[in-house]
């Protein structure tokens, strides 16, 4: 369904500039923008994927993964088509990088009719936009959002955060946690491996945690690709002075796909990387793997395992109703 789209202006007849994220894509008449999905038809721009849903169902909140929010919770789980980074290790290319042309007749949903589906499981958390990049489908997920919102219900949006400022704020106003996919720390890699830039992601994750919303981030490790350690030293540092040493990272195993045959990154990798990240970050999990002891959730203060995990599962043994150790009293999760 083509819907008007917002944050773009006219800068020449049936020439328009898309402002909603930092490639500010100039598109001409029948044109779409890097994410495919934006298009120019005769001097306006929309959104030809409205209601168009590339997959859907419940999955707990652990998969975005958000391991702090609400852990043990069920969401509702979304998501649309198209993408505005072309990462060659991208896991999801069939709906993200290969936009369908034309849809099915039939499979299109109203944001009401999502809202109606995610409370059909009383004990659902809310909803999460996720799987493709959801930022490129924003008049789609605003409006599902508020609607969300009204119904009682959280919303969470797991993102590549690369987007503009201006909208990037909307979002934070009808959003409760992000999960941000911080890819590497150089401009290098962003360039050559995403066709994107590091500084406007870097910009979002300042944006996002200044804005008090709950803040998650993870580090897909690609060998020979972000995998050095002083560099990863130097993200993890920027983590911890600018977001806060309390700030959650999950660090991912990295398996070929897409456009990428690079074997899978060794276990002894990540372990290497989780015992650099944890000595200046309090919360540093290995996802995608089991790489020893690196998915419990343990106080920083007394060292008291205060969060089992298995896999998707979470038993919270160790926590008062209130977020703190129940050992020492420390404040672990304010979302519980």
């Known amino acids: 369904m083509n819907y008007p789209a917002r944050y773009y202006e006219e800068i020449y007849r049936y020439q328009l500039r898309c402002h909603l994220c930092p490639h500010q894509c100039t598109i001409g008449d029948g044109k779409t923008g890097i994410c495919r999905v ?11 994927t409205y209601g168009e849903v590339s997959s859907m169902g419940f999955d707990p909140i652990e998969k975005k993964p958000l391991y702090h929010f609400y852990p043990g919770s069920i969401i ?3 998501g649309n088509y198209g993408c505005n980074l072309r990462c060659k290790f991208c896991q999801n290319s069939s709906i993200s990088q290969d936009v369908p042309q034309q849809f099915k007749a039939g499979h299109s949903y ?3 009719e999502i809202v109606a589906l995610a409370g059909e499981k009383k004990s659902n958390l809310g909803i999460a936009f996720t799987y493709n990049e959801p930022t ?13 919102r009204k119904a009682k219900m959280k919303n969470v949006v797991v993102t590549n955060g690369f987007i503009s400022p201006e909208p990037l704020a909307e979002l934070i106003e009808v959003t409760d946690a992000f999960n941000v996919d911080l890819k590497a720390f150089t401009e290098d890699f962003y360039l050559t491996q995403t066709m994107s830039k590091l500084e406007p992601v870097k910009k979002a994750l300042m944006q996002i945690k200044n804005s008090g919303r709950h803040l998650e981030i993870t580090n897909l490790v690609i060998p020979n690709r972000n995998d050095d350690k002083v560099i990863f030293v130097e993200m993890i540092r920027w983590i911890r ?12 195993r990295y398996f070929p796909t897409y ?5 899978p990154t060794p276990i002894e990798t990540l372990q290497e990387l989780h015992a650099l990240a944890s000595a200046n970050l309090e919360y540093v999990y290995v996802g995608n793997t089991q790489a020893g002891d690196t998915s419990n959730t343990y106080c920083p203060t007394c060292h008291q395992k205060v969060i089992d995990r298995s896999r ?3 038993w919270l043994t160790g926590l ?17």
């Open 38 to 48: 934006r298009k120019n038809v005769q001097g306006e721009l929309f959104l030809q």
């Open 76 to 78: 509702f789980s979304v």
């Open 110 to 112: 109203l944001p009401a």
């Open 136 to 148: 490129v489908w924003f008049e789609y997920m605003i409006d599902i959002a508020r609607l969300s």
């Open 241 to 252: 002075e600018q977001l806060g040493s309390d700030t959650v990272l999950h660090l991912s």
């Open 259 to 263: 456009k990428m045959s690079e074997p």
């Open 312 to 314: 998707y599962d979470a």
């Open 320 to 336: 008062t109703k209130t977020g703190q150790c129940n050992h020492c009293g420390h404040q672990i999760l304010n979302d519980i």
